[in-house]
């Protein structure tokens, strides 16, 4: 938690805080935004933003498919320069504002679903993003905590700060 | 284990065999059927046959919807005959000959679906299905178990096995 703001008014980029317990199948990520949460909502909903911060920077993102309501599907696609390209897809079993639950697949791993609840929470005009993914079994979370999970969960929040950021100054 | 057949040919119902460790958040189901596997799911897929097997005897199941696909989605309701009714609905994430993984929601317990694969095994022109489901807190799996799942999942499995044994005496 050191790293996250605690004081209004300051500037630079609160970090993702993760919780993994052992022996528990869960993983928890929570970050917080210098923006209202239907902002933060509509931007990560855009099918067009995709490709702007889901994925570390080294990738391109794809959206191959993305109905955003209760019952839809989505599948991204990002790919690196060398020609490697790397599938997710899941089913939506709830859209709601400010709260989706939804199956998540690595198609590099597959059959081997997860299910991820992300909330958006109003603190005071910010935003606090709870996602919560529970796994099949406690090797599939341990092996996507070591596949480096957390360098990838963390630069995706960044860009998706710095893309709501943008978005918030152009409301001004 | 200790009522489950063993020796071929026995007329006996095979029982439910429930697997439910303390602080994992999971719980397993399996049973076994005297049918090939491509009858069973025949048998569990068709929208026709659910209010047939589908829940406790005691009460009267609908489709409300069931498009099972892969990003499809179900939804069922049952009731008994006081006037109580009660909503289950899902999203398919997979649907193939065999293995349907899907998300399951009680609507008396709102935004708390689990995640449940299901897997028909050949062994030996008999069927072992086995029903995987995870759950978003070891709370959530905690509260299934009280409230009886295994006697109506017990009970659903039995009508399941009568039908299919309909099925299989109509084939010959």
Avoid: C
Wanted: charged share 30%; glycine share 10%.
């Amino acid at each position: 938690m050191s790293d996250r703001k605690t004081g209004k008014g300051a500037t630079t980029m609160a970090k993702t805080e993760f919780v993994i317990k052992p022996g528990v199948q869960e993983i928890t990520l929570i970050r917080e935004f210098d923006a209202p949460r239907n902002l933060v909502f509509k931007v990560m909903m855009d099918p067009n933003t995709i490709p702007k911060w889901w994925g570390p920077r080294a990738y391109w993102t794809k959206v191959d498919k993305m109905d955003a309501r209760s019952g839809g599907s989505w599948r991204f696609i990002h790919g690196d320069n060398k020609g490697n390209e790397y599938g997710f897809h899941g089913v939506y079993h709830l859209v709601e504002p400010n709260r989706v639950i939804q199956t998540f697949e690595f198609e590099g791993v597959p059959g081997r679903p997860s299910l991820e609840t992300m909330t958006l929470e109003d603190i005071g005009g910010r935003t606090r993003m709870v996602t919560h993914s529970v796994f099949l079994s406690l090797e599939d979370r341990d092996g996507v905590v070591q596949s480096g999970m957390q360098t990838g969960a963390e630069e995706t929040h960044d860009r998706l700060a710095e893309l709501v950021a943008e978005r918030l100054k152009d409301r001004h």
